[in-house]
């Protein structure tokens, strides 16, 4: 059973950055799709990013492309987030979550398998 733990969030003021991390045990995510998701209260979870097994392909929400880079060290078995330019609005529980059947892109919430606790994201005006 994969287990995912994110790490890295906190308070920032807006234009600055944080770089999330997912670390994975109990299993490896090497060959899994990997994803990155964030629910603001009394809302949806909603897709920011997702990364292929290899990294050579990416898919980012309009709403953030341009500021946020995903990225993974397979051998770390760990998935990044640089978030930069933060905004208000970007401020978010966020979520890691693993695909254990697709090795491509997924935008899908439903789609993923396996879910980390989540990381508070609090950007400042």
């Known amino acids: 059973q994969v287990r995912l733990v994110e790490s890295g969030g906190g308070l920032v003021q807006a234009g600055g950055s944080l770089r999330l991390s997912c670390a994975a045990s109990?299993?490896?995510?090497?060959?899994?799709?990997m994803g990155w998701f964030r629910q603001a209260p009394g809302k949806e979870r909603t897709f920011v990013a997702t990364?292929?097994?290899?990294?050579?392909?990416?898919r980012y929400a309009d709403s953030v492309k341009g500021r946020f880079t995903i990225s993974r060290d397979n051998a770390k078995n760990t998935v990044y987030l640089q978030m930069n330019s933060l905004k208000p609005e970007d401020t978010a529980v966020y979520y890691c979550?693993?695909?254990?059947?697709?090795?491509?892109?997924?935008?899908?919430?439903?789609?993923?398998?396996?879910w980390g606790q989540g990381t508070q994201v609090t950007v400042s005006s």
């Open positions: 979550a693993a695909d254990q059947t697709q090795r491509h892109t997924i935008v899908e919430l439903k789609e993923y398998d396996y």
């Open positions: 109990g299993g490896t995510v090497r060959s899994y799709a």
């Open positions: 990364i292929s097994w290899s990294g050579a392909m990416t």
